[in-house]
């Protein structure tokens, strides 16, 4: 066997943590202004506001996810940028509706944006006592910590992601699916979030907060998502598998067409 029909296409590292990490910090060191009003009916506003933000996050991650190969790569960092601004705009237009603009901060938006994908990073930071959640004020150093916790994570996630750069279409098609639910998460999260009670303390005051209280937040999210991801990637294995045959049919009806030279005497 030839030396070169054992080589493979070089495959890109996944991003830093140190880059997510502060990028992570340097988006949710600003809350977006929202231009959307408070709403009689908020639930109703919050749930359109939802669906036109994860259509927009679906394109906006397929479109990014086209350039096939290596390329493809160099745009998993601009990519979650781009959904980032989308979800953010969201949370804090869902905010409005329910008229609690003036609440979020930077605690709310982290928790909003990265709950459902790092639950344990929130653990000793938002306490939930029956309807109500109770924040932490973060210090630079606690949301440098979270940040990288859910950098961790986010890293692991765009591998899976940067490899379906290889397959650019049906490839596209996965990221988009998975940026639509991702966005509706954050939906979620935020519509309980601004429906309930909420309250803010500082470090000195957190030590009040009975210990019962102090638990992991839910993974329902966590395993929904799981289920999710599954399904995707059937949808995606199928896809495939049919354009493969696809092909490879292709291939022989043009086989079959083709003359059949005479067999010399």
């Not at 979800?87 to 930077?106: H, P």
């Not at 938002?126 to 961790?152: C, E, N, P, T, Y």
């Not at 992991?216 to 354009?243: E, M, S």
Request: proline letters at 5%.
């Amino acid at each position: 066997m030839s030396q070169s029909s054992t080589q493979v296409p070089a495959v890109p590292g996944p991003i830093e943590h140190g880059k997510l990490t502060q990028a992570i910090l340097d988006f949710v060191s600003e809350v977006p202004a929202s231009h959307a009003a408070h709403s009689d009916e908020p639930a109703i506003a919050a749930r359109k506001l939802a669906n036109r933000a994860a259509q927009r996050a679906a394109l906006t991650a397929g479109s990014l996810a086209l350039p096939p190969g290596p390329l493809g790569w160099l745009t998993l960092l601009p990519e979650l940028i781009a959904i980032w601004k989308i979800q953010g705009q969201l949370v804090s237009d869902i905010a409005a509706v329910y008229g609690r603009r003036a609440t979020l901060g930077r605690e709310q938006m982290m928790w909003c944006l990265f709950r459902h994908t790092a639950a344990q990073a929130f653990r000793d930071l938002v306490v939930r006592m029956g309807d109500r959640l109770i924040f932490r004020r973060m210090s630079h150093g606690v949301a440098q910590r979270v940040a990288k916790q859910v950098g961790v994570k986010l890293t692991q996630r765009t591998l899976s992601k940067g490899l379906s750069r290889w397959l650019p279409v049906i490839g596209a098609l996965g990221v988009g699916a998975y940026a639509y639910y991702d966005t509706g998460q954050v939906a979620n999260t935020a519509i309980e979030l601004f429906s309930g009670e909420t309250e803010v303390v500082d470090d000195a005051d957190a030590a009040t907060v009975p210990a019962k209280a102090r638990r992991a937040p839910r993974k329902t999210a966590a395993a929904a998502r799981r289920t999710v991801a599954k399904v995707t990637d059937k949808l995606v294995t199928g896809a495939v598998r049919k354009a493969t045959k696809a092909v490879a049919k292709k291939a022989a009806k043009k086989a079959a067409r083709k003359p059949r030279k005479p067999k010399a005497d």
